[in-house]
Each structure stands twice: as structure tokens, then as C-alpha cells.
Nanobody, 120 residues
Framework: QVQLVESGGGLVQAGGSLRLSCAAS????????MGWYRQAPGKQRELVAT???????VYADSVKGRFTISRDNAKNTVYLQMNSLKPEDTALYYC??????????????WGQGTQVTVSS
């Protein structure tokens, strides 16, 4: 079975930084896209950033220039470096990955989420 586990969330002051990590484990043949999404109270879940297996990235306009997504394919891990954090970045951050298993068709998986809170 496949599992995604996020880490690195916490409480930080505005202007500070956090680095989120998400490690995939289990029966994995390959991973295509990986990404980060977030959901704040009263809002729908939104895309933060995605990265393909080849390193192509997409960022939400609200985080461009402040966040950087990266991945380590050997470790099946995706990272999100968050700098210059703002209170509006406060949300539950979820990891997502499109994973091809050895004995199953590819499917998207979600982590449990890690809370990021930015104080003013």
C-alpha cells in the first residue's frame, strides 16, 4: 500500500520560513506529478505548487517568488520551501502524488495534511 506522510508544519511569524516535506512509501514503481495543496477555513482546497518527474513546476500566483517546490526522486520525496510567509498562507497543507504501482494502475494519493500557521 502507498502512504504519503507530510512533516515540517508549525507556527511561524510573518516574514519567516518553513520547509515542508512529504515522503511516499509502499509499493511504488514510479511517481509522475507531485504537488502541494492547501485549504484554509471557509475556502476550497487550492493548488499551491506542482512538479513533474522531469522538474517542470507550476505555482499559484499568490506564492510565486516566495515558495519553491522541489523533489528527490531517489527518496520519493517532495519539498516545499516557504519564505516570506504571510498570515494569508495559514492553512492545512496537503501533499499529493500520482503514483504508478508495480501491480496496479496509477492513482493519485493524498497525505493527511500538516498545519501551517503564520502569525502577524
Amino acid at each position: 500500500q502507498v502512504q504519503l506522510v507530510e512533516s515540517g508544519g508549525g507556527l511561524v511569524q510573518a516574514g519567516g520560513s518553513l520547509r515542508l516535506s512529504c515522503a511516499a512509501s509502499g509499493s511504488i514503481a514510479s511517481i509522475n506529478n507531485m504537488g502541494w495543496y492547501r485549504q484554509a477555513p471557509g475556502k476550497q482546497r487550492e493548488l499551491v505548487a506542482t512538479i513533474t518527474s522531469g522538474g517542470s513546476t507550476v505555482y499559484a500566483d499568490s506564492v510565486k517568488g516566495r515558495f519553491t517546490i522541489s523533489r528527490d526522486n531517489a527518496k520519493n520525496t517532495v519539498y516545499l520551501q516557504m519564505n516570506s510567509l504571510k498570515p494569508e498562507d495559514t492553512a492545512l497543507y496537503y501533499c499529493n502524488a500520482d503514483i504508478q504501482g508495480w501491480f496496479r494502475r496509477s492513482s493519485y494519493y493524498w497525505g493527511q495534511g500538516t498545519q501551517v500557521t503564520v502569525s502577524s
